[in-house]
């Protein structure tokens, strides 16, 4: 969809003869249907001005074709301003400039972040020049047109009230900068900017391209299917055994085969360890291979930004960041967009989406809707907050609402925790979840060990941490002080003092070279896996006379797994007990079987360890 497009000609004229931001805003309103804020308004006051004004070279072609809010299918994102036509040697060409009203900046130590204005605060934002590319690149990947016919696209970034100050233009934004050129305020610059587009649009096309571009379809490149299947080939981590064979050509088969006439919904159920995320991965590059549009969801980020760096070999992002998404991207989506949609960690799925929880109807809903197949991977019993709302049943509703036809498997063979599915039942029965047939482990199976001191834990973590992969976490029961001051410890237990890791490596804490150093917690570490991992247990889950007591008032005040509990407790106390037992005792259940090989565990309260000593097998040899 484009809200306005025109001729260069065309743009110079409606903004001479009128306010230009009432004929976006008019252009707008027929496109959508919907009206914009004044912020919105202000900034096409101010931005398009200044483009007005950087056209006025007779060198750009009057009939240069120029498009403003181009949106990006499969995204929310719109280009702000788009040229098209051809260059010299008359190649097709398109350039998308990002605009900004930017007149200040602070850098930050992360990779194209950097920190600015918005909405009142200081806050976190993409670098200009980054955002910008990561529009072409799903151009380049995605849009039909552009790789069938030609099509090159030239992205750049124009902030008009920002003087260059070495910072936004510093030396570590340089590699996002040199493929996506920053033009500043002042004549020099403007100077510049006008030589690079007419460098890319030396002859008008009268919008040619700009159609070719907005009636392509949406479909995964040849290009890149190949190199995604490529990145996969020869690593072990996602070589499919067993029933997931069985399972990956059954959704395989439903994916192709659903249309908008006949949608299909899998539900894939599985616990810990029996390789629903592999599964899902496989999916992802196997439909995008077949050409289909395909996208991996989770609500929590940790997973797929661990997968995605696992396939691209780096923790940059790159062009297949596209293939991943969060669960809440989906509320203006058009209905079977997508060929399918692969949900990983379903059960994590909220009702409403945005910052603040207030956006969209239902994101179940949402996701079936916006696909032609969904495929949903689930374990009901790794729900870890309040707001999870991902339930088989809710699932089944919705799809026949849609009119879906339902698919239901179940992954059964466990690769995590040595394939024990014996510590798996009495992880069930220690931590009072259900009764299972194994109230004792032998841990000749399942290395399990309880450690008097925390600093004990952390030093055998430490020693098996061969290759990366042995990490500490903990249930969320300190607050996260370092978050203000960088140099406080979080995790004070005695002379132990150790940070939480919830911002340096945000969701690659699991396989971010020091990490072992800091605390991980479960939104970190969800669907994720190590050889070993470390549980510190703490006061919000203990025992008393061989029972499991949970306490949410223990929880850090400031987690929000259980936000709102305190309110439940006064209209539905019952229920309120009911359910912050479940999410606590789920939390450590999760927490407990992230380690494929073993798990070490330290209380902070006495007689809960020794419960756990109580229940292993003294004859069993480490």
Partial sequence: MIVYAATKQQFLKDNDNDDIEDVILRHYKEATGKTVGRSEI?????????MAKVLRDEGLPSDAGLAIELHIPQSSKRIDF?????????????????????????????????KTALGGGLVETIHPSYQVWSYAALLEGFNEAVYDKSIEIRPCAYLHNYVSDGIIDSAHYEPHISKAPLFLKGPDEL?????FLKKHIAHGDNKEVLYELSDGKIRPSKALAEALEGLMTGKPEFVLIDDQKAIFESALAAASEASDQAPKVLIIEGGPGTGKTVLAINLLVRLTELRLLSKYVSKNAAPRKVYESKLVGTIKRSHFSNFFSGSGAFIDTEPNTFDALI?????RLNEKSGLYGNLGENQIKELIESAKCSIFFIDEDQRVTLSDIGSKQAIRAFAKAKGAVVEEYVLSSQFRCSGSDGYMAWLDDVLGIRST??????????????????????????????????????GYCWPWLSKKDPTAADIVIGDYKRQWNLDQDGSLWIIAENSIEQVGCIHTCQGLEVDYIGVIIGPDLVVRDGK????????????????????????????AKNETDVIIKNTYRTLMTRGMKG??????????AQYFESRLNQHSNY
Wanted: proline share 3%; charged share 30%; net charge positive.
């Fill in 437 to 474: 047939a194994n109230p004792t482990l032998n841990t000749s199976e399942y290395e399990f060990k309880v450690f008097d001191s925390p600093q004990a834990l952390h030093d055998a973590i430490d020693e098996k941490n061969h290759g990366n992969k042995a990490r500490v976490v903990a």
């Fill in 599 to 608: 798990c070490y565990l330290y209380c902070t309260d006495k007689e809960t």
């Fill in 343 to 347: 949900v990983d960690e379903a059960h």
């Fill in 82 to 114: 788009l040229l098209t036509g051809r260059d010299e040697n008359q190649a097709k060409k398109a350039v998308l400039i990002e605009l900004k009203q930017w007149s200040k900046a602070t850098a930050t130590t992360k990779d194209a972040i950097v």
């Fill in 42 to 50: 202000r900034s096409w006051q101010g931005s398009l001005t200044y």
């Fill in 548 to 575: 499991v007591v949970t306490s949410p008032d223990e929880r850090d005040k400031h987690d929000k797994s259980i936000r709102g509990w305190k309110k439940m407790m006064k209209e539905q106390p019952t229920l």
């Fill in 191 to 195: 100077t510049k900017l006008r030589s």
